[in-house]
C-alpha cells in the first residue's frame, strides 16, 4: 500500500485547510484510515480516525468539533477538513493504515504511511 498525503500549507489562525491521502496498492475498502500529526522533539499524536466503511469516525480530544475526517471509497482517497485551526495545530501530518476493522490511537500499530504533509498556523 502507497499513500500521498497532500495539501498542507500555511493558513492563518482561525481558518481552514483539507489535507488528503490518496491510497494505492490495496483495496482501500479493506483500511482504516488515520491521521496523525508530529512537531520536532515529540512523538506522533493521533489525530483522527476512520473506518472502512466511513460509518463510524474518531478524533482526539483537541481536535474534536474543529476537524472532520472523510473518505471516498470510490476514488480511494481520504480527506481531513481543519476548521478554526490554532498555532498549536502546526505539525506534519501523517495518513497511515492497517487491515483490520477497528480504529487504533496508538502509531505502531499502522503498517502504511504516507510521507507527511506540513501544516503551519502562525501565532
Known amino acids: 500500500v502507497q499513500l500521498q498525503a497532500s495539501g498542507g500549507g500555511l493558513v492563518q489562525a482561525g481558518g481552514s485547510l483539507m489535507i488528503s491521502c490518496a491510497a494505492s496498492?490495496?483495496?482501500?475498502?479493506?483500511?482504516?484510515m488515520v491521521w496523525f500529526r508530529q512537531v520536532p522533539g515529540k512523538a506522533r499524536e493521533f489525530v483522527s480516525g476512520?473506518?472502512?466503511?466511513?460509518?463510524?469516525?474518531s478524533y482526539a480530544d483537541s481536535v474534536k468539533g474543529r476537524f472532520t475526517i472523510s473518505r471516498d471509497n470510490a476514488r480511494n482517497l481520504v480527506y481531513l477538513q481543519m476548521n478554526s485551526l490554532k498555532p498549536e495545530d502546526t505539525a506534519v501530518y501523517y495518513c497511515?493504515?492497517?487491515?483490520?476493522?477497528?480504529?487504533?490511537?496508538?502509531?505502531?500499530?499502522?503498517?502504511?504511511w504516507g510521507q507527511g504533509t506540513q501544516v503551519t498556523v502562525p501565532a
Open positions: 497511515a493504515a492497517r487491515v483490520w476493522s477497528m480504529v487504533a490511537t496508538t502509531a505502531n500499530v499502522y503498517d502504511y
Open positions: 496498492g490495496s483495496n482501500f475498502r479493506d483500511l482504516v
Open positions: 476512520i473506518s472502512r466503511s466511513g460509518g463510524s469516525t
